[in-house]
């Protein structure tokens, strides 16, 4: 390694994924990406759900976090957040988001962009039902993305809450559901030799799916 590389860089394996071409590819991205998910999941990939998502505030200041997806259908991608957290507030001025999968045992990623959209109140119910109790808990006592004392304290609010509903359904509180990101473009990446790697991108045009590939 030449000495005025830093220190944390290193060097990587190659990639070796199968190839990913046009004829292969679903008629739209949403059954492509289920087929993908469908893979990960079988081929034990850690945390197939996880994904980053990235904001921005009104002033294009960005930020990006890695949250999990609840869902997707036709319509597009769902996760649950805290209405009030940075990330609602980035949403709230910028209704726009970034989404990216990477699932490195498989050298693929799938990566979103689009739209934001809440869920209806019925969905955000129904996401919230399935969160566990202490999950409920938590999500109740956190404002989240603001600052707090100590963790002692941020415990002390989630044990109170568990006392006052004991043996009581927890409520979903009115900041907390789900937001879907309704995509514009979703890109399939399959890493490949010498990085020339498969990018072959579903962009919506006039109300259509189109396939391009992009340049790796």
Same mark, same amino acid.
């Given at each position: 390694?030449?000495?005025?590389?830093?220190?944390? =860089?290193?060097?990587?394996?190659?990639?070796? *994924?199968? /190839?990913?071409?046009?004829? %292969?590819?679903?008629?739209?991205?949403?059954?492509?990406?289920?087929?993908?998910? /469908?893979?990960?999941v079988?081929?034990?990939?850690?945390e197939p759900?996880?994904m980053c998502?990235?904001?921005?505030?009104?002033? *294009?200041?960005?930020a990006?976090?890695? =949250?999990?997806?609840k869902?997707?259908?036709?319509? *597009?991608?769902?996760?649950?957040?805290?209405y009030a #957290?940075?990330?609602?507030?980035?949403?709230?001025?910028?209704?726009? /988001?970034?989404?990216?999968?990477?699932?490195?045992a498989?050298?693929r990623?799938?990566?979103?962009t !689009?739209?934001?959209?809440?869920?209806?109140?019925?969905? %955000?119910?129904?996401?919230?039902?399935?969160?566990?109790?202490?999950?409920q808990?938590?999500?109740?006592a956190?404002?989240? #993305?603001? =600052?707090?004392? %100590?963790?002692?304290w941020?415990?002390?609010?989630?044990?109170?809450?568990? /006392?006052?509903?004991? !043996?009581?359904?927890?409520?979903?509180?009115?900041?907390?559901?789900? =937001?879907?990101?309704l995509?514009?473009t979703?890109?399939?990446?399959?890493?490949?030799?010498?990085?020339?790697?498969?990018?072959?991108r579903?962009a919506?045009?006039a *109300?259509?799916w189109?396939?391009?590939?992009?340049?790796?």
């Amino acid at each position: 390694m030449p000495a005025d590389l830093p220190r944390q =860089v290193v060097a990587r394996r190659e990639y070796a *994924g199968a /190839a990913l071409a046009e004829p %292969s590819l679903a008629a739209d991205p949403m059954t492509q990406f289920a087929a993908w998910f /469908a893979d990960a999941v079988a081929r034990a990939v850690p945390e197939p759900d996880a994904m980053c998502l990235a904001t921005a505030s009104a002033e *294009g200041e960005p930020a990006a976090r890695m =949250v999990l997806l609840k869902g997707w259908d036709e319509r *597009g991608f769902v996760f649950c957040t805290n209405y009030a #957290s940075r990330k609602g507030a980035h949403l709230a001025a910028n209704p726009r /988001a970034a989404l990216t999968f990477r699932w490195a045992a498989l050298e693929r990623q799938v990566c979103v962009t !689009g739209r934001t959209r809440r869920t209806t109140a019925k969905e %955000s119910d129904a996401w919230w039902a399935l969160r566990p109790r202490g999950a409920q808990l938590g999500a109740l006592a956190s404002s989240q #993305s603001t =600052v707090i004392p %100590s963790r002692e304290w941020l415990e002390s609010r989630v044990a109170a809450l568990a /006392a006052e509903y004991d !043996g009581r359904d927890v409520p979903r509180p009115a900041h907390w559901g789900g =937001v879907r990101v309704l995509p514009d473009t979703v890109e399939f990446w399959q890493g490949r030799p010498n990085r020339l790697h498969d990018r072959l991108r579903y962009a919506r045009r006039a *109300g259509r799916w189109r396939v391009e590939r992009l340049a790796p």
